[in-house]
């Protein structure tokens, strides 16, 4: 019942020109940060933890109403990619740096792309795939699994592929192998098994070493890239340059060295434009529990 809901309101909204649907939305995060309380309090706690308490109660309150309006963004853009056409979704979409992957490539390399939940994160793996080259992201499992049906075919539409979590390293030394391009999320929990720890804005944090591991045994590329908007109608991929990977005797060292690049980059974003995080994720919740007291 609830996955036919879902479907007649896209093709409602679908049947909406993009100011109503995009009103609807923004609508929608209004009202979700009014009666989300305990998220408005998640968005604080991160901002007083990652900005060591510096923002006013003003500054907090404009990033906080922001995360929840690009969080429904993300969500309408995901319905949009569903229905829109190849042409009108890459209209919205310029590249910056481009010609770092055609670099790589010429070098009979794979690329490893780096990102984080920033601004528009679901336009931006399908602009890759309709101006650079299609990925396959790698995803966590999610409990509604109708729901993520929905979202793994619009992830898919473009010709991305999805890689569950679960046991993924051997799926993504196959994509290297065959010179097939990979995406990572690098600012989402993780235990410890799986990550190394980081300085990241300004704070110790366990992140994941499987980029840094894959690309240094099998010579892939690690290559950062975000997305970002003025005006949330049209929106800039920024691909960074390869982040090298030293191959020494000392392999824990050269992973550790590389997973720090990650974190000084993501770190470096945040900062300049701290209001397109996902503030509203428990981010520390491993390393640094005490700050959701």
């Known amino acids: 019942m609830g996955y036919k809901f879902l479907l007649l309101l896209e093709n409602i909204l679908m049947l909406l020109p993009h100011a109503a649907r995009k009103a609807f939305f923004t609508f929608l995060a209004f009202i979700g940060y009014k009666t989300a309380k305990k998220y408005r309090c998640i968005v604080r706690q991160n901002l007083n933890y990652a900005f060591d308490n510096s923002m006013s109660d003003e500054e907090i309150d404009t990033i906080t109403r922001y995360s929840f309006k690009n969080l429904l963004y993300n969500f309408m853009h995901l319905m949009e990619i569903r229905h829109l056409s190849k042409e009108k979704i890459a209209g919205k979409i310029t590249v910056i740096n481009k010609k770092e992957v055609e670099r790589i490539h010429k070098e009979g390399r794979a690329v490893i792309y780096v990102t984080p939940h920033y601004c528009a994160w679901e336009l931006g793996a399908a602009g890759l795939a309709l101006h650079v080259e299609t990925i396959a992201p790698v995803y ?138 996902f503030w509203l994720h428990r981010r520390w919740k491993n390393d640094k529990p005490e700050i959701y007291n």
């Open 140 to 277: 966590k499992k999610l409990k509604n699994r109708i729901y993520e049906k929905w979202l793994l075919d619009a992830r898919a539409r473009f010709g991305n592929t999805n890689l569950e979590k679960t046991n993924v390293v051997k799926p993504l030394i196959r994509l290297i192998k065959q010179g097939k391009a990979s995406g990572i999320l690098i600012d989402t929990n993780i235990n410890e098994k799986e990550g190394v720890m980081v300085e990241f804005l300004g704070k110790p944090l366990r992140m994941t070493a499987t980029p840094a591991y894959l690309a240094r045994k099998f010579n892939a590329a690690i290559v950062p890239v975000h997305i970002r908007t003025d005006d949330e109608e049209n929106y800039t991929i920024i691909i960074a340059d390869e982040i090298k990977v030293d191959k020494t005797e000392n392999e824990k060292e050269d992973i550790q060295k590389a997973t720090q690049l990650q974190a000084d980059w993501l770190t470096s974003i945040i900062q300049k434009e701290p209001k397109f995080w």
